[in-house]
C-alpha cells in the first residue's frame, strides 16, 4: 500500500548525534531524526535509521527528501538553494488582494519598487499582471502583457532576477523574451494548453502551484480526506507529467497553493506539514504572505495589517526547510530570516 513520509523530530545539529541517527533535509540547514509515516490515514513514526525497514519507496522519498536541491540559474545569477531565499512581490494589477493599483499605469515606478527589492534582500521579483485572488475578472492577454512587459524589461536592464507570474502562454513568450528567467503558474501549466509547450521550448525555470481546479480558476472547495498527501499526490503527477514533456526535474520548483480552495484547517495543515515536500525532490516554495487565513486567526485583520502573521509564516517555512519564500514585506521578512540564520549557524556549530 501506498505511503508517504514526512521529516519530524527536528534538532539543532548534527555535530552530537550517533552517526546515520539524523539526516540532512534537502541539503539545507535542517537537520531531523525521524519519520512520520503516513499510510491508510493512520500516522506512526519511526527513526530515519529505520527508513531502509520500510522498502523501496521508503528508500526512493528518503533520498528525494535529503538530496540537495541544485542551483537555479538566471541568466548570469545563479540562486543556491542550500538556505531561503525571498521572491518579492510586485503586482502591476488593479485589483490585486493586498498590493493592487499601487503603480497604476506607471511602469518606472514599478520597477523601481522591484529594484528596491531587490536591495533590500529579494533575491527575484515575482511579477504579475492578473490577479488571482477569489472572484477577480478575467484579463486579455494583450492587456497582462502591456502591463508587465515594459516592467520586465527595466527590471532585467538592472539585473534584477524576474520570475512572471501569469498563466498564459503568450504572457509567458512576452515576458522570458523581454529578460524574465523563472515562469509562476498558479495553474501549473494547465490553464493554458500552450503553457508546457512555451516553458519546455525555453527551457527556463518554473513553479507549479497546486490547486483544486486550476482551468476555472483555483478557488472550488474540494473536501479533501487528507489535505496534506492529497496535495503531494497531484503535485507529483503534475512534475511526472511536466518532466515527461520536456521539463528538467531540476527546474521545477513546486508550491502547495496556501490560500487556493482550502479551508483554513486545510492551509493550517499544509503549513505544519510542509516537509512532506520534499519528498518531492524538488524546491518549494511558499506563499503564505497576507493570505486571508492570518485574518482569520487575528480578529479579520485587514490585510495591510498582517505583517506579525506573513512573518510567522515564512519563518515556519524556513525551519521546515522551504527554499523560496514569496512575500510582500521583503525588508522585514529579510530581516527575520537573517535572524533565524544567525540562530541556525550557532545551533549547527554546537555550543
Request: hydrophobic residues 50%; neutral net charge; proline residues 5%.
Amino acid at each position: 500500500m501506498r505511503f508517504h513520509l514526512r521529516p519530524v523530530q527536528f534538532v539543532d545539529s548534527a555535530v552530537t548525534q550517533a552517526d546515520g541517527a539524523v539526516a540532512r533535509l534537502a541539503g539545507g540547514l535542517q537537520w531531523f531524526a525521524g519519520y512520520e509515516v503516513i499510510e491508510a490515514g493512520k500516522r506512526r513514526t519511526i527513526p530515519v535509521t529505520a527508513v531502509a525497514t520500510l522498502g523501496e519507496h521508503a528508500v526512493r522519498l528518503h533520498a528525494a527528501i535529503t538530496a540537495p536541491r541544485p542551483p537555479l540559474h538566471l541568466g548570469e545569477r545563479t540562486l543556491r538553494l542550500d538556505q531561503p531565499l525571498v521572491a518579492g512581490i510586485l503586482n502591476v494589477t488593479p485589483d490585486s488582494f493586498s498590493d493592487g493599483g499601487g503603480y497604476g499605469d506607471d511602469p518606472a515606478a514599478a520597477a523601481a519598487a522591484g529594484v528596491d527589492m531587490a536591495a533590500a534582500g529579494a533575491a527575484l521579483i515575482d511579477l504579475g499582471g492578473e490577479s488571482t485572488r477569489p472572484g477577480a475578472a478575467a484579463v486579455w492577454e494583450g492587456d497582462e502583457i502591456a502591463r508587465i512587459l515594459p516592467v520586465v524589461e527595466r527590471l532585467a536592464r538592472s539585473g534584477t532576477p524576474v520570475s512572471i507570474d501569469t498563466r498564459k502562454a503568450a504572457v509567458m513568450r512576452a515576458a522570458l523574451a523581454a529578460g524574465a528567467h523563472i515562469v509562476n503558474d498558479v495553474s501549473a501549466l494547465l490553464w493554458d494548453d500552450e503553457a508546457l509547450g512555451v516553458v519546455a521550448a525555453a527551457a527556463c525555470p518554473v513553479v507549479l502551484m497546486h490547486s483544486p481546479d486550476p482551468k476555472q480558476g483555483g478557488h472550488a472547495r474540494t473536501g479533501y480526506r487528507d489535505v496534506l498527501t492529497e496535495v503531494f499526490d497531484w503535485l507529483e503527477a503534475r512534475i511526472a507529467a511536466v518532466v515527461a514533456a520536456g521539463v528538467d526535474r531540476a527546474r521545477i520548483v513546486v508550491d502547495p497553493g496556501i490560500g487556493f480552495g482550502k479551508t483554513l484547517a486545510e492551509n493550517l495543515a499544509l503549513i505544519n506539514g510542509l516537509a512532506i515536500f520534499h519528498g518531492l525532490g524538488c524546491a518549494i516554495m511558499l506563499g503564505a504572505s497576507r493570505k486571508r487565513m492570518i485574518g482569520a486567526l487575528d480578529h479579520e485583520a485587514p490585510v495591510a495589517e498582517r505583517l506579525g502573521g506573513s512573518l510567522t509564516l515564512a519563518l515556519k517555512g524556513a525551519e521546515a526547510g522551504v527554499q523560496i519564500l514569496r512575500v510582500h514585506d521583503v525588508k522585514a521578512s529579510v530581516q527575520a530570516l537573517r535572524v533565524w540564520r544567525g540562530l541556525r549557524d550557532q545551533a549547527l556549530v554546537g555550543g
